[in-house]
């Protein structure tokens, strides 16, 4: 059973807010035997669960207040840096996601046949390399904007590259289907705790989407 499966129609009392929620937007913590607070992202570690909303706000409210300690009714001691550690955590689990995508074959790379996945309607999200080069991206935002498809530009070139086994990853697509659905899961959690793409991408000229190819994997 994938995360995706096992969060449908269950819902957990958040620790900071007190509000009940769909556990897609939760991080669930275990008491550590060392008396820290360990989290669990896979949702497999043993022992009783303690539900914050997937935001650092939350996060570092529950750690200022420290309020694993009374839901476990134990002596426990957050790291300070718990929502640093989550993000990075976070991070490394959608670029797992998209390296398992491309040995699958629904993740494909390259500024043309990104292109023509968009056009054709079956990418589910644009992956862009943080610091690549403007031109390139300007014109697939352009493509993505004008259909349904979601944008990520949180990680690096070097990031990306490392994942997906490739010498210089830029441009790549997820297609549609249930890996897509695996990754949008993880990476809007991520999205509580760093943007999903710089603020001055949705300020800059996008490019026109007919033009040539920028080069890039």
Known sequence: ???RDATIDRERRDLATRQVMDESRLIRFVAAPDGSVAPDLGRKLPGRGMWVEATRAAVDEAVKRNLFARAAKAQ??????????????????????LGLARREGVLISGFEKAAAAIRAGRAAWLIEASDGAADGRGKLLALARHQTTRICGTFGVDDLSLALGLENAIHAVLLEGGRADRWTLEVERLAGFRPLRPPEWDRTGSGDPDQASAGGS
């Open 1 to 3: 059973m994938g995360l």
């Open 76 to 97: 426990l001691k957050p790291a300070p840096d718990l929502s640093d550690r989550i993000e990075g955590l976070l991070a490394r689990r959608c670029l797992d996601q």
